[in-house]
């Protein structure tokens, strides 16, 4: 039997394109920027499979021009690059990476919560220029964060893994806002309680988005939900971009209308609001919250994974669809 024909989108660990090459064709791509207009198509064409990233667009007009494509396995746990509707009724298998990237994830919200709230990058700046002349009762003061009231919007895994992390060692009282309740037990584990989304805005000292991206919930933080927020709050987006309204964010942040925040995604990154660039009291980092080694080597390793268990007909480890049947490629 001739080796499935994978295309890896983005460089990844070599040990993990020598792994998958032992069994599959593997083609890859090293293209340090965004995909031009019908580009990845190009690569795509001739190919069963595809290692993918949260940067490459899966639609039903690649799925159309892609005839033998019948899995693409994403380096990420959001798949919101998937058309799923579109990829399921074409017959294409899709898979994430999910659980291998929780506690890292939420390690990184915390620490951008932190850092925005205690203005440490503020303070990095101020002392890299050389301002640092003395010791004043109110330099760069900020906002507690132990013991005060975390909002979470987004109470899937990485959000009860914030959670454990807010009330177990920060002390901090927990409310949450979901598409669904959690089941007590699970919410005890948290020590979390579910409020209507206005409440959390009102009422919490600092807010983590952590939900998944649909246009449903594009500009779920808004100038309307900002302005519900407190003077003195922080806004935390590990989630994706558009889910904040980032122009209506700068001008908030700029106002004083919230205190800081900390962004890890952006509206059409790797592009960044110009207003978000010129605002001190922003943290702002390029999607990296999954990004230690050990972490980013098991996402990886789970996306060949699937990708392997696909082709050897075990069925993938960590599927996002279930496909229709699709006809035979020529
Ligand atoms: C990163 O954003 C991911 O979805 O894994």
Same mark, same amino acid.
């Given at each position: 039997m001739t080796p499935a024909r994978i295309f890896i989108a983005r460089a990844i660990f070599p040990e993990v394109a020598q792994r998958l090459a032992q069994h599959c064709e593997v083609h890859q791509h090293s293209l340090g920027r965004p995909w031009a207009e019908g580009e990845l198509v190009q690569h795509l064409q001739g190919m069963d499979g595809a290692l993918t990233t949260g940067a490459e667009r899966i639609d039903a007009a690649l799925l159309a021009a892609c005839p033998r494509l019948r899995i693409v396995a994403n380096m990420a746990v959001g798949y919101n690059n998937f058309d799923v509707p579109a990829m399921t009724a074409a017959g294409v298998q899709g898979t994430n990476t999910p659980d291998v990237l929780t506690e890292t994830t939420a390690d990184f919200g915390f620490a951008l919560l932190l850092a925005a709230a205690r203005r440490m990058a503020e303070g990095e700046r101020y002392l890299r220029a050389g301002h640092w002349k003395e010791w004043r009762y109110d330099l760069l003061a900020g906002a507690e964060v132990h013991g005060t009231r975390l909002g979470?919007?987004?109470?899937? *895994?990485?959000?009860?893994?914030i959670a454990r992390r807010a /009330?177990?060692?920060?002390?901090?009282?927990?409310?949450?806002?979901? *598409?669904?309740?959690?089941?007590?037990?699970?919410?005890? /584990?948290c020590r979390a309680r579910y409020v209507g989304k206005e409440e959390l805005l009102r009422t919490a000292d600092h807010v983590m988005l952590v939900l998944p991206y649909s246009s449903a919930v594009h500009h779920t933080i808004g100038a309307a939900e900002l302005a519900l927020m407190k003077t003195t709050a922080t806004l935390v987006n590990i989630a994706r971009g558009g889910i904040v309204d980032d122009a209506a964010l700068a001008q908030a942040l700029r106002a004083g209308r919230i205190a800081a925040a900390g962004l890890d995604v952006f509206e059409?990154?790797?592009a960044v609001h110009p207003d978000l660039l010129t605002v001190p009291n922003v943290v702002l980092t390029p999607h990296i919250a999954s990004a230690t080694v050990r972490t980013r080597l098991a996402m990886a390793q789970l996306a060949a994974d699937n990708l392997i268990a696909f082709f050897e007909g075990r069925g993938p480890l960590t599927p996002v669809n279930t496909p229709l049947p699709r006809p035979p490629a020529e």
């Open positions: 979470i919007i987004g109470m899937g *895994r990485i959000g009860q893994a /009330a177990h060692g920060f002390g901090m009282e927990v409310v949450y806002h979901n *598409r669904s309740r959690l089941e007590p037990a699970l919410e005890a /584990a059409g990154e790797p």
